[in-house]
C-alpha cells in the first residue's frame, strides 16, 4: 500500500520560498510517499502567538484541523511551525470550551511531524539518494533545537548526501537573531546575535548554511549578502532534492 501524507507548507514558504515546498514533494515522491496538498490550507497562527494575540489564532487553529482532519500524516517544512502546533494547539483549544474541537485537535496534533523527523523517525530513511558536492554546515534554528530536538534527523540526513562535506558550525546552538518580531522590536540586540552567527559560520568555512526554517535562512542570509561573503543559504529539502533527478544527476 503507498504511504500518503500531506504537506503543510506554512504560508512563509507559500509566498517567499515556494521551491523549498516543491523540493520536499520531490523528495517524499522520490522515496514512495503519496504526497497530498490540502489547498484550503493557510498559516499556523505562530505570529499571532508570539506578539500576545493568541485569541486572533483560534480560528486558524479550528481551520487547520479543518483542513488537515482526513490526514493520516502532515509534514511540515518549518520547524517553528512544527513547535507552534504541538506546544500551543491543544492549550489553545481547550480555552475555547469547544469539546469537540478539543478532541480533534488532541487526535490530529500527533500526527504532525517536522519534514526531517519524518524521513528518519517515522520512515526511517537517511538516505534519499541526493548529492551536493559543496562544504556545508548545519544550523540548529531554535524551534528546531529546543523544541523539536531534531538535531540528529538533519545531520543524519545531511552526512548521506553525496559529496557533501558536512564542517562544524561553531556554537551551532546559538540563537541566529531572527526570533520573527524580535527582530523587529529589538533590532540592535537581533543584530549583535546575527553578527556572531556570521562570524561562526565564515569560521566554519562552509559554502553553504542548511537549515530547516527559511525564516532564520532569510535572516541569515542577509547578513551575509550585506558582508559580500559569497555563501550562500539552503533549507534541508532543497539539498536533499539536489540531484535525485536525471537531470541533476
Same mark, same amino acid.
Given at each position: 500500500?503507498?504511504?500518503?501524507?500531506?504537506?503543510?507548507?506554512?504560508?512563509?514558504?507559500?509566498? &517567499?520560498?515556494?521551491?523549498?515546498?516543491?523540493?520536499?514533494?520531490?523528495?517524499?515522491?522520490?522515496?514512495? !510517499?503519496?504526497?497530498?496538498?490540502? $489547498?484550503?490550507?493557510?498559516?499556523?497562527?505562530?505570529? =499571532?502567538?508570539?506578539?500576545?494575540? $493568541?485569541?486572533?489564532?483560534?480560528?486558524?487553529?479550528? =481551520?487547520?484541523?479543518?483542513?488537515?482532519?482526513? #490526514?493520516?500524516?502532515?509534514?511540515?517544512?518549518?520547524? $517553528?511551525?512544527?513547535?507552534?502546533?504541538?506546544?500551543?494547539?491543544?492549550?489553545?483549544?481547550?480555552?475555547?470550551?469547544?469539546?469537540?474541537?478539543?478532541?480533534?485537535?488532541?487526535?490530529?496534533?500527533?500526527?504532525?511531524?517536522?519534514?526531517?523527523?519524518?524521513?528518519?523517525?517515522?520512515?526511517?530513511?537517511?538516505?534519499?539518494?541526493?548529492?551536493?558536492? =559543496?562544504?556545508?554546515?548545519?544550523?540548529?534554528?531554535?524551534?528546531?533545537?529546543? #523544541?523539536?530536538? !531534531?538535531?540528529?534527523?538533519?545531520?543524519?540526513? &545531511?552526512?548521506?548526501?553525496?559529496?557533501?562535506?558536512?564542517?562544524?558550525?561553531?556554537?551551532?546552538?546559538?540563537?541566529?537573531?531572527?526570533?520573527?518580531?524580535? $527582530?523587529?522590536?529589538? #533590532?540592535?540586540?537581533?543584530?549583535?546575535?546575527? @553578527?556572531?552567527? !556570521?562570524?561562526?559560520?565564515?569560521?566554519?568555512?562552509?559554502?553553504?548554511?542548511?537549515?530547516?526554517?527559511?525564516?532564520?535562512?532569510?535572516?541569515?542570509?542577509?547578513?551575509?549578502?550585506?558582508?559580500?561573503?559569497?555563501?550562500?543559504?539552503?533549507?534541508?529539502?532543497? !539539498?536533499?532534492?539536489?540531484?535525485?533527478?536525471?537531470?541533476? @544527476?
Amino acid at each position: 500500500m503507498t504511504r500518503k501524507a500531506s504537506l503543510f507548507v506554512s504560508c512563509f514558504n507559500d509566498v &517567499l520560498y515556494p521551491e523549498t515546498a516543491r523540493s520536499a514533494i520531490r523528495v517524499l515522491e522520490k522515496i514512495g !510517499v503519496e504526497v497530498e496538498f490540502p $489547498s484550503n490550507q493557510t498559516c499556523c497562527g505562530q505570529i =499571532h502567538i508570539n506578539t500576545g494575540y $493568541s485569541g486572533m489564532a483560534v480560528p486558524l487553529v479550528r =481551520h487547520f484541523v479543518d483542513a488537515f482532519s482526513g #490526514s493520516k500524516e502532515i509534514v511540515a517544512i518549518s520547524g $517553528s511551525c512544527t513547535a507552534t502546533i504541538r506546544e500551543h494547539y491543544l492549550r489553545m483549544a481547550e480555552k475555547t470550551g469547544d469539546l469537540e474541537l478539543v478532541e480533534r485537535t488532541r487526535e490530529l496534533v500527533p500526527r504532525v511531524f517536522e519534514f526531517s523527523e519524518y524521513l528518519t523517525g517515522v520512515l526511517g530513511v537517511a538516505d534519499v539518494g541526493s548529492s551536493y558536492p =559543496h562544504r556545508v554546515c548545519y544550523h540548529p534554528t531554535c524551534h528546531s533545537l529546543r #523544541s523539536l530536538h !531534531v538535531w540528529d534527523s538533519a545531520i543524519t540526513l &545531511l552526512k548521506a548526501v553525496r559529496g557533501l562535506e558536512l564542517v562544524d558550525l561553531p556554537h551551532a546552538e546559538q540563537c541566529c537573531g531572527f526570533g520573527g518580531t524580535f $527582530s523587529v522590536k529589538n #533590532s540592535a540586540m537581533s543584530s549583535a546575535i546575527l @553578527a556572531d552567527k !556570521v562570524a561562526n559560520i565564515l569560521a566554519s568555512g562552509a559554502e553553504t548554511v542548511v537549515a530547516l526554517d527559511n525564516s532564520c535562512l532569510s535572516n541569515i542570509a542577509g547578513a551575509l549578502k550585506r558582508n559580500k561573503t559569497g555563501v550562500s543559504v539552503m533549507h534541508l529539502a532543497e !539539498v536533499l532534492a539536489h540531484g535525485i533527478d536525471r537531470e541533476e @544527476a
